[in-house]
């Protein structure tokens, strides 16, 4: 076991000036890109939403609902005899 084993393993790739440059242009190249493409987008959706979120909405109380009268009806405080309940 010599020692040029260990200094070649620390510095596998020698320094260049060039590689640094490119990295560096290509670093700066996809910050400025990416940073033209936040401003073009649009900060609000293009189509009215309104709609759909109410609908969650909806369905999402509809749903708490039912899960509460499920639940009275097992803790006994309601009357069992709808189907949905069963």
Known sequence: MGGDGLAGFLDPVAFSWVI???L???TLLLTIGSAV???LQPDEPE???TPL???AVRRDREA???LRRR???D???TDTTAPELR
């Open 53 to 55: 979120v109410d609908d």
């Open 24 to 26: 560096l242009l290509g």
């Open 47 to 49: 189509l009215d939403t």
């Open 64 to 66: 708490a609902a039912l």
């Open 71 to 73: 639940l009275d009806a």
């Open 37 to 39: 493409w936040m401003l």
């Open 75 to 77: 803790a006994g405080r």
């Open 20 to 22: 640094l440059l490119l």
